[in-house]
T-cell receptor, first 113, second 114 residues
Framework: NAGVTQTPKFRVLKTGQSMTLLCAQDMNHEYMYWYRQDPGMGLRLIHYSVGEGTTAKGEVPDGYNVSRLKKQNFLLGLESAAPSQTSVYFC????????????FGSGTRLTVV | AQSVTQLDSQVPVFEEAPVELRCNYSSSVSVYLFWYVQYPNQGLQLLLKYLSGSTLVKGINGFEAEFNKSQTSFHLRKPSVHISDTAEYFCAVSGRPGAQKLVFGQGTRLTINP
């Protein structure tokens, strides 16, 4: 049981390039989330999904797009990367009941130069 | 809406000393409360949670936390820390029922010195 898997683990982009981060979960979870983690700023929610085919904006959605075409996958896209998007990105998922908490992936470290 | 304040961004302690990491929350509704731990270069994992009932909850690795409704706090404690406890700790809150997401604090970096 792999839990939440994020790919890639590391990536270096040039300013203006695009890329997609993949989050896959094998726990049949309804909810999925994308966070970014920056020093001194904790975890900030980018986008989330409450089920297949749905997405919603979090605190810091600008510059990012998401899709949830399949229940087990949640994709985070950067259309035109900027140095301000240099961060560690975490995906998380949970069941329909929030009292179980989240299961997190191991993160993607993205550097935009 | 809920919010979480972790009162210390960094906490250095000596090995085998006790530690308390402070967390205060604000909410107009009943809450669930969580502590997560993030070891270096890893994702977050659940340490413990308060849902209802006993206000003292025990988690993994000898940690415990006490829910104090009157002080709106959920402080994390361990009586004797080890080098392996070096990590970042996040407090999180959700309103219930029907909450869609957790709200996380800024994190507290716990450094254990030998």
């Amino acid at each position: 049981n792999a839990g939440v898997t994020q790919t890639p683990k590391f990536r270096v982009l040039k300013t203006g390039q695009s890329m997609t981060l993949l989050c896959a979960q094998d726990m049949n979870h309804e909810y999925m989330y994308w966070y970014r983690q920056d020093p001194g700023m904790g975890l900030r929610l980018i986008h989330y999904s409450v089920g297949e085919g749905t997405t919603a904006k979090g605190e810091v959605p600008d510059g990012y797009n998401v899709s949830r075409l399949k229940k087990q996958n949640f994709l985070l896209g950067l259309e035109s990367a900027a140095p301000s998007q240099t961060s560690v990105y975490f995906c998380a998922s949970r069941t329909g009941q929030i009292n179980y908490g989240y299961t997190f992936g191991s993160g993607t470290r993205l550097t935009v130069v | 809406a809920q919010s979480v304040t972790q009162l210390d961004s960094q906490v250095p302690v000596f090995e085998e000393a006790p530690v308390e990491l402070r967390c205060n929350y604000s909410s107009s509704v009943s809450v669930y409360l969580f502590w997560y731990v993030q070891y270096p270069n890893q994702g977050l994992q659940l340490l413990l949670k308060y849902l209802s009932g006993s206000t003292l909850v025990k988690g993994i690795n000898g940690f415990e936390a006490e829910f104090n409704k009157s002080q709106t706090s959920f402080h994390l404690r361990k009586p004797s820390v080890h080098i392996s406890d070096t990590a970042e700790y996040f407090c999180a809150v959700s309103g219930r029922p029907g909450a869609q997401k957790l709200v996380f604090g800024q994190g507290t970096r716990l450094t254990i010195n030998p």
